[in-house]
């Protein structure tokens, strides 16, 4: 029992190390063949796009998974449990003239 914990622990470290690998690799190429010939930027090593990739996680990922909209998509929800039915379409009809849908995916509620 022991062994298959253990080998299930060192197969998740390995496919972590690749993925962080693969993943700060991307990041490196895809700076280096874009940005320094269209704005002038500097190359970057691999470190610093592991780095930049980090950044990019603090700043819009957040840590907890589902990233910053989960908890505005909540809220939005709940502001819409208690709208009034022609508080939600005045909403329904400024969104639509704004982005063409809704912010979040409306649930259905039965008529009474």
């Known amino acids: 029992m022991k062994s298959?914990?253990?080998?299930?622990i060192a197969g998740f470290i390995v496919i972590a190390i690749?993925?962080?690998?693969?993943f700060g690799s991307i990041v490196m190429l895809l700076w280096n063949a874009l940005l320094p010939v269209l704005f002038h930027f500097?190359?970057?090593t691999f470190w610093q796009a592991l780095g930049l990739l980090l950044l990019t996680k603090i700043l819009f990922g957040g840590f907890?998974?589902?990233?910053?909209?989960r908890g505005w998509?909540?809220?939005?929800?709940?502001?819409w449990m208690n709208m009034t039915p022609d508080e939600k379409e005045k909403?329904?009809?400024?969104?639509?003239s704004r982005c063409g849908?809704?912010?979040?995916?409306e649930e259905k509620t039965p008529e009474l």
């Open 4 to 8: 298959f914990w253990f080998r299930k």
């Open 42 to 44: 500097p190359v970057i």
């Open 73 to 79: 998509n909540n809220k939005m929800k709940q502001r």
């Open 101 to 105: 849908r809704m912010p979040f995916k």
């Open 64 to 69: 907890r998974g589902g990233g910053p909209r």
């Open 91 to 96: 909403f329904k009809q400024e969104w639509r």
């Open 18 to 22: 690749v993925g962080v690998f693969i």
